[in-house]
C-alpha cells in the first residue's frame, strides 16, 4: 500500500555557496485552498446567523423601509412624529454633518431602528402563534375559526424561503406540565397493569408525593423551565445516554438497511463512493443551512437543532460520564478494511472529489494486501465494550504518538466507513438472510464498527449498505433523512455505469488513502481481547427478526378511516398478549420538536382501551362490530396519548427530570423510584420517511429502506421497531434476548403477521 509522503511548503539548506530554497507548489496550494475554503465557512455562517437572526423578515425588507420611510420625509410627509429631526437636532455625530447628510443620516437612523422593532414584533408574534397547539387535536375532521384563523396568521407570518436554522429563536420553550395532570395521567396509564389492591397502594403513593416532596421538585423545575432553553434535553442527554457504563453497541446505538426491494450495483467500492459523495453533498447543505427545514402541513416547523452534530462528531468515553465532542469541518474520512484502518481525504484543490475519484481512493484500499498488526483487527472493539476500560485505556495508550495520531483521524473524521468482506442481502424465499443483514448493522462481528462515531457507514462486499447511529447526539429521524436523502441521490442523480461502477473520469490523479499506524502493546491488546469477549458475549445474545408483511399497508389501514400508526400499535397489543397472556408496560417514542431543542417523549401505548380490545378480540363471545368500536375507541385514546406527548402533556419525561431534581436535593422519593423502575418490556417506535421531497412512493415504490431497529429494552422484552413503506407493504425489526426463555422473536413476528390478518378480517366481515 502506497503510504502518502509528509509535505512541506518550503524548505532551505546553507552551504558554502549560499543559501538555496526549495518551494513545494502543490503544498503551497493545498495550503492556499485550505485556507480559503476555511474563510468561506466563516463567511458563509456569518451571512446565515444574519439572515436566521432577522427571520421571518428580509435583508431587502430593511431596504424596503428605509427608502419608504425616507422617500415620504424628503416629500414632506413626516409619519415619525418629529423624530427624525429630533435625531437630527440632538445627536452629535449627526449634528456635525452637513444637512443634506444629516437629514439622510438620520432617516437612516430611524427607519432602521423601526425595522428592527418590526423584526422583533414580527418574531415574537411567530413565536406566539406556535405555541398554539389545538390544531393538532383537529388534523382530521371540521377545524375550528381559531384554527382556521391561526393557519392564515401562520401563512402571513411564517416567512418565504427558511434556512434550516431560521425558525429557532421563534421556536416555543418546552413548559413543565402540573403535577397534578401528570401523576392523573400516570395512574390512568398503569391502571390496566394493576390489580386493584397495587393500583390502591401507587394511588397512594402518588397523592403523598403530589402533597408533599413533589411541590418542591416542581418548583426547581420551574425554574430551570425559566432558564433553560429546554428543560428535559440536557438531562435526557446525559444522564440516560452519556452517564451510561455499559457498552452502547446493542443497548444504546441503532441501525439503518438498504432499500433492498432494488440494487443499484453489485460494485462495493462503486457504491461506497456514490454514498459517500451524496453524503458529504448532504453535510454541504447542512453547513450552508440550504436543506430545508421539516414543515408538518408545510407549516409548522420542527426543531433542527440535532441536525448540527450529524458529521465530524465523536463520542469520547470518559470514566464516570462520556462527552461528545463536535469538530468544525473534517476533510476526511475513516475507513475500515479486513482489520486495517485508512484515513481517506475526500477535499482537495479546493472541491469534493467527485464518486469515480472516490471509487479510484477505495479500490486501492481493497487492493491493498498488508497484513493487519496483531491487535489491530480488533482494535474498534474497545468502543464495543464498557465504557470505562475504554476511558482508561484511552489515557493511558492513545494519548501520545503514533497511537494519539492514529486516534484523532478517527475521532476527527467525517464519519466512519467500513468496508465489510462479506455479502448481505435480502431474499424472499429465504428470510434468514435479512435477519443476517440487521444483525450486521446493529453489531457487526463487534469490532468492525467505530461505536463512537455519530454513525459508521456500512458497504458489503455485493454493494448493499447500511448504517450504525449512535444515539447520545440525536434520535433516529436525523439519521432517517440523512439515509433518505442518500438513497435517492444514489438512484436518481449519481447513478452508474453498465458495469455497476461510477459514472464519469476522474478529473486528477485522487491522493492515496493513508495507513493508519497504531503501536498495540500486550497490555493493550488485552484490554481489546477484554472489550471484545464483552462484545461477544452481547451480540450472541441478540436475537433479531425482520418481517416483511405485504399482505396491506396503510392503503387498507386509511380505508378504516383509522391512523396506521395506532392501528399498528393495536396489532402490537394484541400479538404480545397472544406471545406472553398478558399485557405490559408499553413504550412508543414519540418526538417534541415543534419546541426548541426538544427530542423525544413516551407514548404509553398500553391503555385501558387497548387492554378491552385485546379482550374483545380473544372472546369469542364477541360480534365483530363489537371488536371494531372497542379497536376504534382504543386507536381514538392513542393518538390522543400521540398528540398529547408531541405538545409536551406527556408523563414520563416530566418524571424523568423530577427524579433528577429529586437525586441533586439528594431527596429520595419512593413514588419516583418506583416508576423510573419499571422495565418498558414492549418498546417500540417507528422510522419516518418521507422527509425530503426526493422520494416519489408513487412513482418509485421500491426505493424505501426497510427501515432499521434497535436493540432490546428489558432482559425479558422485545424491542419493536417498525416502518410504514408504503400502501402495501409493512417491514417490523423484532429484537430480544437468547438467553430468555420467556421471549422469541420469529415467535412475536408470527404472532405480529396473526394480529394483522385478524384485525384485517373484521372490517371484511363487516
Given amino acids: 500500500m502506497a503510504e502518502a509522503h509528509s509535505a512541506v511548503a518550503f524548505s532551505f539548506s546553507v552551504s558554502p555557496d549560499g543559501v538555496n530554497v526549495n518551494l513545494d507548489h502543490e503544498a503551497l496550494w493545498q495550503v492556499w485552498h485550505s485556507g480559503l475554503r476555511s474563510w468561506k465557512k466563516r463567511i458563509g455562517r456569518f ?212 432499500a433492498v426491494l432494488i440494487k443499484p450495483s453489485n460494485v462495493q467500492v462503486a457504491r461506497a463512493a456514490n454514498i459517500i459523495h451524496s453524503m458529504l453533498t448532504y453535510r454541504r447543505e447542512l453547513e450552508r443551512e440550504s436543506l430545508q427545514p421539516l414543515l408538518l402541513n408545510k407549516t409548522i416547523p420542527l426543531c433542527s437543532a440535532q441536525y448540527e452534530r450529524q458529521f465530524n462528531t465523536i463520542r469520547i468515553p ?3 460520564t462520556d462527552h461528545l465532542v463536535h469538530y468544525k469541518d473534517s476533510k476526511h474520512i475513516a475507513v475500515y478494511h479486513k482489520g486495517r484502518f485508512y484515513k481517506v481525504y475526500v477535499h482537495l484543490r479546493g472541491r469534493l472529489l467527485k464518486p469515480c475519484e472516490i471509487e479510484v481512493m477505495l479500490q486501492r484500499i481493497l ?21 470505562v476500560p475504554w476511558a482508561k485505556a484511552r489515557l493511558e495508550f492513545f494519548s501520545k504518538g503514533k497511537n494519539k495520531a492514529s486516534l484523532d483521524a478517527v475521532e476527527k473524521a467525517a464519519f466512519f466507513l467500513s468496508l465489510d468482506d462479506e455479502p448481505q442481502d435480502y431474499d424472499p424465499e429465504d428470510p434468514s438472510k435479512l435477519n443476517a443483514f440487521g ?32 444515539h447520545s447526539w440525536a434520535d433516529a429521524p436525523v439519521m432517517a433523512h440523512l439515509w433518505e ?90 400479538a404480545y398478549y397472544r406471545d406472553s397472556n398478558k399485557f405490559c408496560l408499553t413504550y412508543e417514542s414519540s418526538m417534541t420538536r415543534l419546541y426548541r431543542e426538544g427530542r423525544t417523549e413516551t407514548v404509553r401505548s398500553c391503555t385501558v382501551e387497548s387492554t378491552a380490545f385485546v379482550r374483545a378480540m380473544e372472546n369469542k363471545g364477541k360480534t365483530d362490530r363489537e371488536r371494531i368500536a372497542c379497536l376504534r375507541e382504543a386507536v381514538e385514546i392513542h393518538q390522543s396519548g400521540y398528540r398529547d406527548a408531541m405538545t409536551g402533556k406527556g408523563i414520563d419525561r416530566h418524571l424523568f427530570c423530577l427524579y433528577v431534581v429529586s437525586k441533586y436535593l439528594n431527596q429520595d422519593s419512593s413514588f419516583l423510584a418506583e416508576v423510573l423502575s419499571e422495565p418498558w418490556r414492549l418498546s417500540t417506535s417507528q422510522t419516518p420517511h418521507s422527509q425530503t421531497d426526493k422520494l416519489d412512493l408513487t412513482r418509485n415504490p421500491d426505493h424505501i429502506s426497510v427501515g432499521g431497529g434497535f436493540g432490546p429494552v428489558a432482559d425479558d422484552g422485545y424491542g419493536v421497531s417498525y416502518i410504514i413503506a408504503g400502501e402495501n407493504v409493512l417491514f417490523f425489526h423484532i429484537s430480544s434476548k437468547v438467553s430468555c426463555h420467556l421471549t422469541n422473536s420469529e415467535r412475536f413476528a408470527g404472532h405480529v403477521r396473526k394480529a394483522l390478518s385478524d384485525m384485517r378480517n373484521l372490517f371484511h366481515s363487516d
Fill in 47 to 258: 451571512k446565515n446567523r444574519m439572515k436566521n437572526g432577522i427571520y421571518p423578515s428580509t435583508p431587502v425588507s430593511w431596504l424596503i423601509v428605509t427608502s419608504l420611510l425616507t422617500g415620504l420625509h424628503i416629500g414632506g410627509v413626516d409619519i415619525s412624529l418629529g423624530l427624525i429631526d429630533f435625531i437630527q437636532e440632538h445627536s452629535p455625530i449627526v449634528k456635525s454633518l452637513p444637512d443634506i447628510v444629516g437629514e439622510a443620516s438620520s432617516c437612516l437612523i430611524f427607519s432602521t431602528t423601526c425595522w428592527i422593532l418590526k423584526i422583533n414584533i414580527r418574531k415574537y408574534l411567530l413565536k406566539a402563534l406556535l405555541s398554539y397547539q389545538q390544531w393538532m387535536y383537529e388534523v382530521r375532521g371540521p377545524k375550528s375559526t381559531t384554527t382556521k384563523v391561526w393557519f392564515a396568521l401562520m401563512k402571513v407570518l411564517g416567512g418565504q424561503k427558511p434556512l434550516l436554522m431560521s425558525y429557532q429563536a421563534s421556536l416555543p420553550n418546552l413548559a413543565v406540565p402540573s403535577l397534578q395532570q401528570t401523576t392523573e395521567r400516570y395512574l390512568k396509564s398503569v391502571r390496566p397493569l394493576l390489580d386493584d389492591e397495587k393500583y390502591a397502594r401507587m394511588e397512594k403513593l402518588s397523592e403523598e408525593f403530589r402533597n408533599g416532596l413533589g411541590k418542591k421538585f416542581q418548583r426547581y423545575l420551574q425554574l430551570k423551565s425559566w432558564w433553560a432553553t429546554n428543560y428535559v434535553s440536557d438531562w435526557w442527554e446525559e444522564y440516560v445516554y452519556l452517564r451510561g457504563r455499559s457498552p452502547i453497541m446493542v443497548n444504546s446505538n441503532f441501525y439503518g438497511l438498504d
Fill in 318 to 320: 470518559g470514566l464516570e
Fill in 367 to 387: 487492493d491493498d494486501d498488508s497484513p493487519a498488526l496483531d491487535g489491530e483487527k480488533h482494535l474498534a472493539a474497545l468502543t464495543a465494550g464498557d465504557r
Fill in 439 to 470: 444483525r450486521s448493522m446493529l453489531h457487526g462481528k463487534g469490532y468492525d464498527r467505530w461505536f463512537d462515531k455519530s454513525f459508521t457507514l456500512v458497504v458489503c462486499s455485493n454493494g448493499r449498505i447500511g448504517f450504525n447511529g449512535e
Fill in 485 to 574: 436523502y442518500v438513497i435517492c441521490e444514489d438512484c436518481f442523480t449519481l447513478g452508474y455505469d453498465e458495469n455497476g461502477h461510477t459514472k464519469g473520469q476522474p478529473e486528477m490523479q485522487p491522493p492515496n488513502p493513508i495507513r493508519l499506524e497504531w503501536e498495540i502493546s500486550k497490555p493493550l491488546l488485552q484490554v481489546i481481547d477484554t472489550s471484545l469477549e464483552v462484545a461477544n458475549q452481547l451480540l450472541n445474545d441478540v436475537s433479531l427478526h425482520l418481517l416483511m408483511h405485504d399482505a396491506f399497508g396503510k392503503g387498507f389501514i386509511k380505508t378504516c378511516k383509522m391512523s396506521p400508526d395506532a392501528f399498528i400499535q393495536m396489532a402490537l397489543q394484541l
